[in-house]
């Protein structure tokens, strides 16, 4: 009879991290006693102590998330010897909880991809580059680069990704697993290294949609079971807008795996619903989205550094390290986004609350919301991202579109699943929604993907090839 204790999985995980992780480069760090943290959850459930659904289930962390006996680096040589902060953010204290073996944290794109306006996905100066288990020169998409690649790469089956803008979508959509970016507020961002308030969230990434959920419920805790809504027979009567006239074509391999989603999802019960008028917005509108991101990072992130110590007390000092240690930290691309920071439009300010201002304006009430409104929809659909681009560290990754911009702005969620290979690389469709819109997300997306593995089965698992 197999061994089903929570050692014997661990053991299991630490294994594969052995054989598999020399090749994807998904974990920076790993927890010294993921043992003595299973034994302690065995001796749990063996006195009949179950801490709930997850306990004994095993996550990895992204390294810009608190944990008290681990670093926090975000990716950078400048956090790498300070000390663990000594706490748990909010969300790790839940894990920890919920009884799961916290196995180690994962690698990102360093600072969550804020740098430099050229960067490498899935690079940090601390962490290396990781890459994307169905092509190892493929990039594993950011900024939670090693917690998709890790869940695809079957290291652990639950990780802890953030999203500012595409952070966690991209890397759920190029490594073909799961990602849900909640509503922002939804979840706790404290003991988080921040990038903006008015956009970060931190969410679940999963093989399933519905081990995504029940991680959404550990971390929220807000009385509702996000698990739950991911049962069969929630499409039929599900109204779908579908915009192809704005989030369609940069992709053929995107837009023919969504184009078959959403036949899909009609076959499954659901009304499909062109929608022609949401926006596609012009450059001003992202132009905003910057101003906000850098005057707020620029303050919040000296607020994070003030928490810890060993650390640079603020964004210069940041810069000015990266500037010592230019043959590490700079040895692939700059810090241009960090000096605009710098030198940028101020946290508070006019212009601030203007640039904010528009962004919700045109992304919320003059977008998602007008279009949700206009059609009676439950929800809209489109292609994630293109396949994962080649890696490139000289001149930086090609992305020709992506679906996140709106929703990042108006802080409202998606929930994105992967749909096939094309050419051997997953790609995705996304779901988005209205502020608070998990469980009916959670709904749809999980019909989706239990109407495809009725179909066409699964996503293959990955190769670790390297494509020509």
């Not at 063996?46 to 998330?65: C, E, M, T, W, Y």
């Amino acid at each position: 009879m197999p061994d089903t204790s929570t050692r014997a999985d661990v053991e299991r995980l630490l294994d594969r991290i052995d054989v598999v992780d020399v090749h994807v480069n998904a974990i920076c760090t790993p927890h010294p006693d993921a043992l003595g943290q299973a034994d302690r959850l065995d001796r749990e459930a063996a006195d009949g102590r179950s801490r709930g659904p997850l306990h004994g289930q095993s996550i990895l962390v992204k390294d810009n998330v608190d944990t008290h006996d681990l670093p926090t680096t975000a990716g950078s040589l400048a956090l790498a010897d300070a000390p663990p902060p000594g706490r748990d953010a909010t969300l790790v204290r839940r894990l920890r909880e919920a009884g799961m073996v916290v196995l180690g944290k994962t690698n990102l794109s360093e600072w969550a991809n804020l740098r430099d306006e050229s960067s490498t996905s899935g690079w940090s100066g601390y962490g290396g580059l990781t890459r994307n288990p169905y092509g190892l020169n493929r990039s594993a998409g950011g900024s939670s680069s090693g917690s998709g690649a890790a869940v695809a790469a079957g290291l652990a089956p639950y990780a802890i990704g953030t999203e500012t803008d595409g952070s966690i979508t991209c890397p759920a959509a190029f490594n073909g697993c799961v990602g849900i970016k909640p509503t922002v507020g939804l979840l706790p961002t404290d003991g988080i290294v921040p990038i903006s308030r008015s956009q970060d969230a931190p969410g679940p990434m999963a093989t399933t949609v519905g081990d995504a959920a029940a991680l959404l419920t550990v971390l929220a805790r807000n009385g509702i079971d996000y698990a739950a809504h991911a049962v069969p027979g929630r499409l039929a009567g599900k109204r779908i807008g579908v915009p192809r006239a704005t989030y369609w074509g940069y992709s053929p391999h995107a837009d023919a795996a969504a184009e078959r989603a959403v036949a899909l999802l009609a076959k499954e019960g659901a009304t499909i619903v062109d929608t022609t008028d949401l926006p596609t917005y012009a450059d001003e509108v992202w132009e905003d989205e910057l101003v906000v991101l850098l005057a707020e990072f620029r303050s919040g992130v000296a607020e994070y550094l003030a928490t810890r110590s060993g650390v640079p007390r603020t964004l210069r000092e940041v810069v000015d390290f990266n500037t010592r240690h230019a043959d590490t930290e700079l040895a692939h691309f700059g810090q241009s986004l960090f000096e605009k920071a710098l030198s940028g439009v101020r946290d508070g300010s006019a212009e601030y609350v203007d640039a904010r201002s528009r962004g919700i304006a045109a992304t919320r009430v003059g977008g998602i919301d007008k279009v949700l409104r206009a059609y009676d929809l439950d929800a809209l659909v489109t292609p994630s991202y293109a396949p994962a681009s080649p890696i490139d560290l000289v001149n930086a990754e090609s992305f020709p579109g992506s679906c996140t911009g709106p929703s990042a702005i108006a802080g409202y969620p998606l929930v994105t699943v992967p749909t096939e290979l094309a050419a051997g690389l997953p790609v995705a469709v996304s779901f988005w929604g209205t502020a608070r819109s998990e469980a009916r997300l959670v709904e749809i997306a999980h019909g989706y993907e239990e109407a495809r593995d009725r179909t066409s089965g699964p996503l293959p698992e990955p190769g670790f090839l390297t494509f020509v």
